[in-house]
């Protein structure tokens, strides 16, 4: 039972545009969503998160929105750099505890 | 290096025997969590500690797999008569519990298991 679901397997962009990832989940108890970022060999890294009483969240280059009504959330990455090739895990929880993650997108940033 | 460190990285067994992996987490975290993951999926949730405590199991930990965590600093995953399908990465991540409400997870680099 797959309650975080990311459709698309991969994604490329060219350098300096923007890169939107999407993530779509089940679960209305979700209270808190996340993005993690992954490069080969190595452990996930947190990127950026996100309540589920906001609809929005910027960080530097990095944005996420969330539409609860959708149950959907994108991560929006401006302007897209060649050290953004990775593959982003979108995640969620309930209150903490047990994190549910997507089946990840892979990222290539085209120089 | 003070981060979340996973030993070993990378373990090869056949099937049948017993493996166990260690996780060393960030020293004043008190949370502690093992998670597993197959090759194109996502990190599924297996388990994890506050403090000393184990508070939740996945029904994915059957009872072949046993985690432990004394005195609250580091973690065994234990692995008891390893099948094929156990085949995965086994990556640990601590927080603290307020960063675990946000999801500010940690992760080591995790330990990947081959079983013949």
């Known amino acids: 039972d797959q309650q975080v679901k990311q459709n698309s397997p991969s994604l490329s962009v060219q350098e300096g545009r923007i890169s939107i990832l999407n993530c779509d989940y089940t679960?209305?108890?979700?209270?808190?969503f996340l993005w993690y970022k992954k490069y080969p060999a190595e452990g996930p890294t947190f990127l950026i998160s996100i309540s589920s009483i906001k609809d929005k969240n910027e960080d530097g280059r990095f944005t996420v929105f969330l539409n609860k009504s959708a149950k959907h959330l994108s991560l929006h990455i401006v302007p897209s750099q060649p050290g953004d090739s990775a593959v982003y895990f979108c995640?969620?929880?309930?209150?903490?505890?047990?994190?549910?993650f997507g089946t990840g997108t892979s990222l290539t940033v085209i120089p | 290096d003070t981060g979340v460190s996973q030993n070993p990285r990378h373990k090869i067994t056949k099937r049948g025997q017993n493996v166990t992996f260690r996780c060393d987490p960030i020293?004043?975290?008190?949370?502690l969590y093992w998670y597993r993951q197959t090759l194109g999926q996502g990190p599924e949730f297996l388990t994890y500690f506050q403090n000393e405590a184990q508070l939740e199991k996945s029904r994915l930990l059957s009872d072949r797999f046993s985690a432990e965590r004394p005195k609250g600093s580091f973690s065994t995953l234990e692995i008891q008569r390893t099948e094929q399908g156990d085949s995965a990465m086994y990556l640990c991540?601590?927080?603290?519990?307020?960063?675990?409400?946000?999801?500010?997870?940690?992760f080591g680099e995790g330990s990947r298991l081959t079983v013949l």
């Open positions: 995640a969620a929880s309930i209150t903490g505890n047990q994190f549910y």
């Open positions: 679960n209305s108890m979700f209270d808190y």
């Open positions: 991540a601590s927080s603290l519990t307020a960063g675990a409400y946000t999801g500010e997870l940690f």
């Open positions: 020293s004043e975290h008190n949370r």
